[in-house]
């Protein structure tokens, strides 16, 4: 093994330089006078306060906190029932991963802006509606449109993490289950949902962290009003130039996140499942 | 006893591959029945049937005078210990053992006595908060035991439970499982391919092969009166020899007519006798029903596995013609070559090539200084198929050569009417120096006297038959140029002993059976 352990130095290199120094930065600039220039002021904790003194940022923070949320549970709503008929289509079911993931191809920005020729006022939807008589409806720049368009981008990552959870699961749990008198539902409720809890949990986390810190959705399907943490740090960093004030927002979110994984993990753990 | 399941000409086909070919068989009210068979012949299939993970092509399975094919599992009075024992990752020990009862909505503190009285009855009483993870495989095995019998079903299926644990566990659980057996007094259907779990555990024992089942009996029955060779052969180490019944209570085998307690058979009716190794005792030579040679012994612990050779196989006796020859030297190229005169009969000569006559004239060359190989370039001889002597020139590139001679004899045949096969080899000559320098004597002397037996049955179509015995009485470190006599042979007659006694390879022996130690099974 010993000889081994000296390729893990470009690694530990790589990981350095792309997320422990990007890191370290992020925390020097929080803790300085506002600039773009490194060390250009001195230690304070002013971006800090701005932030918790404003309660425009915090209603920011909140809104963001709920759409990420209300993702995560369409996602998981959605996510949960299409991972568990994949998992249960024997051979097709390689075709049907192939298909969730076929969209994933194109660039997310690319399948975004596509919704908006869907969603807008004469878009492709309110065309469809006006043959039912329905409409025309406002779909763009509300929090359904932002909402549609995060569920669309992050499903795949449910439906995977789930399915993998499902699919290496040993069938004679269920055949245990069924023969100590167990039907289909019950089976499904005492057996398969528990025991798929951890794919449920890395389901989350990667639906619900894209989610919360995403920028474009947002910008593109909310419009410029709809604004959420990721479009203000965006702007403190290309528009307003406020880099510090950008980190320490950055910073926030990254202990917000830290401590909703901490939670869904202690969840995952105190059911007790061991993979 | 009431019948509890009646099983009635199951078939059941995977992709075209029959599994089960017409299965009938009754099983009672507490009774401990084994299905016993290699992988493949079906066993667990049958039982995923009984438990209803499986749909049986044709047939009925009879519960307790319903019948229950078409019933799923939940709704079947059976549970099952699984062969990975599936025992609920998610859930403790109590939440795995209570998960039946949870179903049917008992009330807890009902789910709570019998839980612990389960898990005391497992020997696992205190470990109800543990995580199945945490528990070693035999605790596991305990567990999923108590989770099956805890829902009071009529009948408890096991899919090789055992199979995954250690030696000294299993055996402990083969004890405890038959006392449990015992005291919940439930029927137990054992799947396992371990005929010794078989014996030891079950009432019945039902001896399955290829689908079908070959023998439905108690373990003694099974043991002593095996109806067929797979039988005699799958439960416990047999001695199995052919013989003919000219009347009842008389059986004869290998040459001599012997006294048995079996009957019902035709005059003169052909069968397999069925001797079991510790029913043999080695006695003095002259005090035995059977005399023979020990050929090996292996210590197995408790007894000696002898293996005694009443007749040798058939057998052929050649002559090796040793000589003090050595190579030819050619100084100028700086080479030897070496060949030996060789033996071959006349319908050898049409099959001969040039490839076969260097292999067993052993013609090589090689540098001087190097003792680098050089190939051989040149061979030439004429040959007719009559006896004779035909001489041989082998040269090199190099013009290094030596002239040996083919000799065409009469062939050198032994046919053997009883074991239906025919030996073969020739007389052959070797220089002092190829004897003592050969690494596996025994093989090379089958080459170079081009030994070979073959069945003369005409089912097996001339099969090779093994040689299993080189005899010669040279010592080949000390051998002198002259004439020596090796003997080939095959396997002959042997007959496997466990006894207390140590006996010596090469001791002649007698053994000794009584009339009740020989058993009878119709051939086939």
């Known amino acids: 093994m010993k000889q081994f352990r000296s390729m893990a130095y470009p690694y530990v290199a790589w990981i350095s330089v792309l997320i422990v120094i990007p890191m370290l930065l992020i925390i020097a600039y929080a803790f300085t006078v506002e600039g773009t220039a490194f060390f250009q002021g001195q230690f304070t904790l002013a971006n800090f306060a701005r932030f918790f003194s404003d309660a425009v940022f915090i209603q920011v923070l909140l809104r963001s906190l709920r759409v990420a949320i209300l993702t995560t549970i369409v996602c998981l709503l959605l996510g949960y029932p299409a991972a568990y008929a994949i998992a249960r289509a024997g051979k097709r079911s390689t075709f049907l991963i192939l298909v969730i993931t076929l969209p994933t191809w194109i660039n997310m920005l690319v399948r975004t802006y596509a919704w908006v020729g869907i969603l807008q006022d004469d878009g492709l939807l309110n065309h469809l509606l006006g043959l039912f008589g329905i409409g025309p409806l406002q779909m763009m720049y509300t929090d359904f449109a932002v909402v549609l368009g995060m569920v669309y981008n992050f499903l795949p990552f449910m439906i995977l993490e789930i399915h993998t959870s499902l699919s290496k699961m040993d069938p ?104 | 006893m009431n019948k509890l399941i009646e099983i009635k000409n199951i078939v059941k086909e995977f992709d075209g591959q ?74 403790n020990v109590y939440d795995n053992v ?79 499982l ?50 067929n060779r797979y039988v005699a052969n799958f ?10 019944m000219p009347c009842d209570r008389r059986v004869i085998f290998d040459g001599h007519p012997f006294e048995c307690v079996d009957g019902g058979f035709a005059p003169n009716e052909e069968v397999e006798v069925v001797i079991r190794p510790e029913d043999i005792d080695i006695v003095p030579p002259e005090q035995g029903k059977l005399r023979g040679t020990v050929k090996s012994v292996l210590f197995k612990g408790v007894h000696y596995e002898t293996i005694v050779e009443t007749r040798r196989g058939t057998s052929i006796t050649v002559k090796m013609n040793v000589s003090t020859d050595q190579p030819v030297v050619n100084e100028e190229a700086g080479e030897l070559i070496d060949a030996d005169s060789f033996y071959l009969d006349a319908e050898d000569v049409e099959e001969l090539t040039d490839a076969k006559i260097i292999t067993r004239a052993n013609a090589q060359a090689w540098k001087k200084d190097t003792e680098e190989g050089v190939s051989i370039s040149k061979i030439s001889y004429s040959i007719r198929p009559e006896n004779g002597r035909y001489p041989v020139t082998f ?129 086939g």
């Not at chain 2, 439960?235 to 003919?244: F, K, P, R, T």
């Open chain 2, 235 to 244: 439960i416990g180490e047999s001695n199995i020899v052919d013989g003919v």
């Open chain 2, 98 to 176: 209570a998960f039946g009862l949870n179903l049917k909505k008992e009330p807890k503190d009902i789910i709570e006595q019998k839980v612990s009285r389960m898990l005391r009855l497992v020997g696992l009483a205190g470990f109800e908060q543990r995580r199945i993870n945490q528990m070693s495989g035999g605790q596991q095995q305990r567990v999923a035991i108590a989770r099956a019998l805890v829902n009071e079903p009529k009948v408890l299926l096991l899919d090789e439970p055992l199979g995954a644990l250690d030696l000294k566990l299993r055996k402990d659980m083969q004890r405890e």
């Open chain 2, 395 to 523: 040269r090199t590139a190099a013009g290094t050569s030596i002239t040996v001679d083919m000799i065409v004899e009469d062939a050198n045949r032994v046919q053997s009417e009883e074991y239906q096969e025919e030996i073969y080899a020739v007389n052959f000559s070797k220089s002092v120096d190829d004897i003592k320098e050969s690494m596996t004597l025994d093989n090379d002397l089958m080459v170079w006297a081009d030994a070979s037996a073959w069945s003369l049955a005409p089912e097996d179509d001339g099969a090779r038959i093994r040689i299993t015995d080189v005899i010669y009485t040279f010592d080949w470190e000390t051998i002198t140029p002259g004439v020596y006599d090796i003997t080939f042979a095959t396997q002959g007659m042997e007959y496997k002993v466990d006894t207390t006694d140590r006996t010596e390879p090469g001791d002649v022996v007698g053994l000794q059976f009584t009339p009740d130690d020989l058993h009878i099974m119709k051939k």
């Open chain 2, 18 to 91: 029959r599994v089960l070919d017409g299965i009938s068989l009754d099983i009672y009210e507490n009774e401990f029945v084994t299905l016993l068979g290699p992988s493949g012949c079906g066993k667990t299939t049958l039982l995923r049937i009984i438990a209803g993970f499986l749909d049986a092509d044709d047939g009925q399975v009879i519960f307790d005078g319903q019948d229950i094919s078409g019933l799923p599992p939940y709704k079947r009075e059976v549970n099952t210990v699984f062969q990975k024992y599936a025992l609920f990752p998610h859930l």
């Open chain 2, 178 to 227: 038959k006392k449990i057996q015992q005291e919940v007094g439930i029927t137990f259907i054992f799947v396992t391919h371990d005929q010794e779990e078989a014996l030891t555990m079950s009432d019945k024992i039902v001896v399955m092969k290829e689908g079908s089942i070959q023998q439905i009996g108690s373990p003694v029955d099974i043991y002593n009166e095996p109806v």
């Open chain 1, 172 to 275: 004679s749990f269920l055949e245990a289950a069924s023969d100590l008198g167990a039907n289909r539902t019950q089976a499904f409720l005492r057996v398969t949902l528990p025991m798929s809890v951890p794919g449920i949990v890395s389901g989350i986390t990667l639906v619900f962290l894209p989610a919360v810190s995403s920028f474009f959705i947002p910008k593109l399907l909310g419009g410029g009003q709809y604004v959420l943490i990721g479009n203000v740090i965006e702007s403190q960093f290309l528009t307003s130039g406020n880099w510090s004030f950008g980190s320490a927002l950055s910073l926030i979110m990254a202990i917000i996140i830290m401590l909703s994984m901490f939670l869904t993990r202690r969840l995952d753990r105190n059911r007790g499942i061991d993979v």
